[in-house]
């Protein structure tokens, strides 16, 4: 204890260097950590959502708050007429196992609930793009009559920059590709009424041209454990050549 106190007053600025390098990685390190908990929090909630009873989408009028990430049923008849595609969309799981492609199209269709005049947007799943021929989307089979959807809900269906402020385009299917959808703006254009989100289909629905293989979700904690580690190991390693500088200086000067 006594060598150390004398290597501080013998090495001030080595000493207030190394102590203000240590309480940074030690303080941003607990602060990692603290994120991580948070993330696995938040991670652990989405799951008991998911896995809880599903929501009915007919029951109400239910708010984003009340539905969001939870589990929900909607019982409805689809409006293909009415459906757009959302370009720029990556695989859901970074990249089609079949294709190799990484890059398509989301399918984003009204379904109209049961008896009600509200609709409810469903992501139907995720197409390729052709290199070949831009607009080019699959054939999407679309069940008439009524139908059971089943998926968890999400406030929109990501979002890409904006290079025009209307649609972009026009599918081989007739469809218009967008490359956002705002749900507010939509119900003020048109005065429709609609839940004010998206419900993400799940992957088990009969096959219909799209492609379901939605990414299990990912709480990000790792990522902050390793910065966490980092830090920690930043703190240590100050210590540790503050201390073998100062044996060292010393073993000089008693040489």
């Not at 079949?98 to 992501?123: D, S």
Request: glycine content about 8%; charged content about 20%; hydrophobic content about 45%.
């Amino acid at each position: 204890m006594l060598m150390i106190f004398s290597d501080i007053r013998r090495r001030p600025v080595a000493a207030m260097a190394m102590i203000c390098l240590v309480a940074i990685g030690t303080s941003l390190g607990i602060w990692q950590l603290k994120r991580a908990a948070y993330k696995e929090s938040i991670a652990a909630s989405l799951q008991a959502k998911e896995q809880a009873e599903p929501l009915s989408a007919n029951a109400k009028a239910w708010t984003l708050n009340e539905a969001l990430h939870h589990r929900m049923m909607a019982k409805g008849i689809y409006l293909p007429t009415k459906a757009i595609w959302l370009e720029n969309r990556p695989h859901p799981r970074g990249r089609d196992p079949q294709t190799g492609i990484a890059t398509g199209f989301f399918l984003l269709m009204p379904l109209q609930l049961n008896n009600q005049k509200t609709i409810i947007w469903v992501n139907r799943g995720w197409a390729p793009r052709s290199f070949d021929q831009l607009n080019k989307v699959p054939e999407v089979i679309t069940p008439k009559g009524e139908v059971e959807v089943t998926g968890v809900v999400f406030e929109a269906a990501g979002k890409t920059y904006e290079l025009g402020k209307d649609g972009v385009g026009v599918a081989s299917d007739g469809l218009p590709i967008q490359e956002n959808l705002d749900l507010a703006k939509l119900q003020q254009s048109e005065g429709t009424q609609q839940l004010p989100f998206i419900l993400r289909q799940d992957e088990n629905a009969i096959k219909d041209g799209l492609q379901r293989l939605w990414a299990s979700p990912d709480s990000g904690a790792e990522k902050h454990l390793g910065y966490a580690f980092q830090w920690f190991a930043l703190a240590c390693m100050s210590l540790v050549f503050w201390v073998v500088t100062g044996l060292r200086a010393r073993s000089k000067s008693l040489g």
